[in-house]
């Protein structure tokens, strides 16, 4: 069959490579051209792809069994492997250390030419229907026929914006950041980390991140509410660079003696938990079309799940076609997976925002319904039975209801009247004070 995908990023490109290499014929648009002749690769229109990622376990999993020479270049160009130990001393894959950036550009650099494949550069203006049916693309205004329509063009795509309902889940989450982009120094360590995918401070008003990537890089995030404005200041580098110099551990990150700068400050877009099954606004779903990826599961992106739901979508999407789904009507089926495996994780992510702005505003713990997930895995620090739950979580080798039988043991922490300890480090109206006197622009 020819399949039309709507976007070349990672599901994109993913599903158009296993497809073809299945023997269908694909093309796959985007607006993007890809890497430029000298190298760079603006990537424009893809808020995210300069920012902080996080590669949990089944990314690799899913370049393995569909795309190795991704994977094997990926490695070669510098990520590097984690492995979370269990209490018992049990070892499980964490995912990939890397940027956002050197893992796209090893997926590209695979697929390119694989044969029945083909990349084409232009603008989709529509999907084109014969009544409930998708029949292709309407690409620069010339028609593209398709036995099948992929979306895979993120949840702020226009051209199927009508084919679907409104999203069943769908919020601002209140909260921005800022990151960027710094160089261990040659012989440097890395500094402090909480745990194998990052070090992180929970502060008074505010969260920091730092997530390692590939050969001695790693992003730094600082995390606001959006209705903060004294905080926002940190889109200065000058504001930034005086907040990395206050908190501590932060310090040790960014000490010059340790680590360069090597990106501005990269201010982060509007944050949106967001999840839109497959049916059109009449109910019914259309057929010989399917969404896949960000268009179907979008999440906030301080615990780095975005292209692991991706590439769990695209993989069921490709089991359905290797099990004999008819192409027409494998959208069904493929909801109805997406609504009992993916969108928990949305709901997980709007329970934990929601309470992060509650705690950070002054409101004590909620115990008047399940806790969410992070204060969940904070109580591990005082009971731990709970910490054997945790990495099939952190992993994503289970959903968020993996927690639901640890959930009481935390409940009775906090009604015990514990709270997760902030860290050392100035509070909200301090670390405002400090950004207030550095000298960024009028």
Known sequence: ?????????????????????????????DRDAGPGTDGGWARRGVMQFHHAH?????????????????????VAAGAEPITLTLPDGRRLPGGMRSRRETFERALRAAVVGTPGLTLRRGHVDAVTLDD????????????????????????????????RAAPTILGRVGVAYVDRQYRLRPGAAPGPMTN???????????????????????SVLLVRATSDP??????????????????????DWTDPERAEPISPVLVGGALVNHYRGQAAPDGTVRRSFVAVGDAVATTTPMFGRGITTSLMQAR??????????????????FDAWCATH???????????????????????????????????????????????????????????????????????VYRRGWRPPRPDGPGRDELARVLRGAPVPA
């Open 316 to 333: 069921e999407l490709l089991r359905r076609l290797d099990g004999g789904a008819d192409p027409e009507d494998v959208a069904v089926g």
């Open 132 to 163: 409930r049916r998708a029949t292709g693309l309407r690409v620069d205004g010339v028609d593209l026929p398709a036995d099948l329509v992929i979306d895979a063009s993120g949840r702020a795509g226009r051209a199927t914006r009508a084919l």
């Open 230 to 251: 004294d905080l926002a200041l940190l889109r200065h580098e000058a504001a930034f660079d005086a907040a990395c110099r206050v908190i501590p551990g932060l310090d």
């Open 196 to 218: 194998p995918l990052a070090w992180q401070a929970d502060l008074d008003g505010y969260q920091v991140i730092v997530f390692r990537h590939e050969r001695g890089i790693f």
């Open 1 to 29: 069959m020819h399949v039309a995908i709507i976007g070349a990023g990672p599901t994109g490109l993913f599903l158009g490579a296993a497809l073809a290499r299945r023997g269908h014929r694909v093309t796959a648009v």
């Open 342 to 412: 993916m969108r928990p994780w949305v709901a997980d992510h709007v329970r934990m925002d929601t309470a992060m702005l509650e705690r950070w505003s002054g409101r004590d713990v909620d115990l008047t319904g399940r806790l969410p997930s992070d204060l969940v895995m904070a109580a591990a620090q005082v009971e731990p039975a709970i910490a054997a739950a945790l990495p099939p979580y952190l992993a994503m080798l289970a959903g968020p209801d993996c927690l639901d039988e640890v959930e009481p043991l935390a409940a009775a």
């Open 54 to 74: 996080g590669f949990r376990p089944q990314i690799g999993e899913a370049l393995r069994a569909e795309i190795p020479e991704a994977h094997d270049g990926w």
